[in-house]
């Protein structure tokens, strides 16, 4: 069974601040996802990494792939209270396979 | 929107109770999942579809049943409710089953069992 884990389990800063968060597995995945749920919502797709190494922008937020492509971060930069949620990493290990969801880092972004 | 919704959005029922939760989407799409959301544990999948009256067991599907009989409608059946079953149940879909392709959840049922 491919597991996911997350760290910080908790996480709760300063508006303007930077932050990051991993998730990590033994296990080689062909892809990986990172969501963000909001309270009383379902995840919400934030980004899809596919290549070992691979870095990707979305505004204030950077995704990497580890290079094994067993692992992956998160990292927000000048973080706002609108950042406040839930994040969720999903890994993939091949065609037609369900993806595997790690437990999640909860953020807490003060104003 | 994104095409997906549940029903009900809150649900109370006693233990031993029959309860059949409700995911409808628009979006045409083959694949369609349930997950149970509980603290700790994250999200972890119950039954999913890959067609109609294609599906397939989840890593948690003891005591859940499941039934797709359109491609719109996947229905996510407790037999008999037990208290361990009290959690949050979302839906999710997926047009297809690569690596590449996102999923796409609803806004959860809260089921309480008392």
């Known amino acids: 069974t491919q597991l996911l884990e997350q760290s910080p389990q908790f996480l709760s800063i300063q508006e303007g601040e930077n932050l990051t968060v991993y998730c990590n597995s033994s296990s080689v995945f062909s892809s990986l996802q990172w969501y963000r749920q909001e309270p009383g919502e379902g995840p919400v797709l934030l980004v899809t990494?596919?290549?070992?190494?691979e870095v990707k922008k979305l505004k204030r937020l950077t995704f990497q792939f580890g290079d094994a492509r067993k692992d992956s971060s998160l990292h927000i930069t000048a973080a706002q209270p609108g950042d406040t949620g839930l994040y969720l990493c999903a890994g993939g290990a091949r065609y037609g396979q369900n993806f595997v969801f790690g437990p999640g880092t909860r953020l807490s972004v003060l104003p | 929107d994104a095409g997906i919704t549940q029903s009900p959005r809150h649900k109370v029922t006693e233990t031993g109770t029959p309860v059949t939760l409700r995911c409808h989407q628009t979006e045409n799409h083959r694949y369609m999942y349930w997950y149970r959301q509980d603290p700790g544990h994250g999200l972890r999948l119950i039954h999913y579809?890959?067609?109609?009256?294609?599906?397939d067991k989840g890593e948690v599907s003891d005591g859940y049943s499941v039934s797709r009989s359109k491609t719109e409608d996947f229905l996510l059946t407790l037999e008999s409710a037990t208290s361990s079953q009290t959690s949050v149940y979302f839906c999710?879909?997926?047009?297809?089953?690569?690596?590449?392709?996102?999923?796409?959840f609803g806004s959860g049922t809260r089921l309480t069992v008392v």
């Open positions: 999710a879909i997926r047009e297809q089953g690569s690596a590449n392709y996102g999923y796409t």
């Open positions: 579809s890959y067609g109609v009256k294609d599906t």
């Open positions: 990494v596919v290549t070992g190494g």
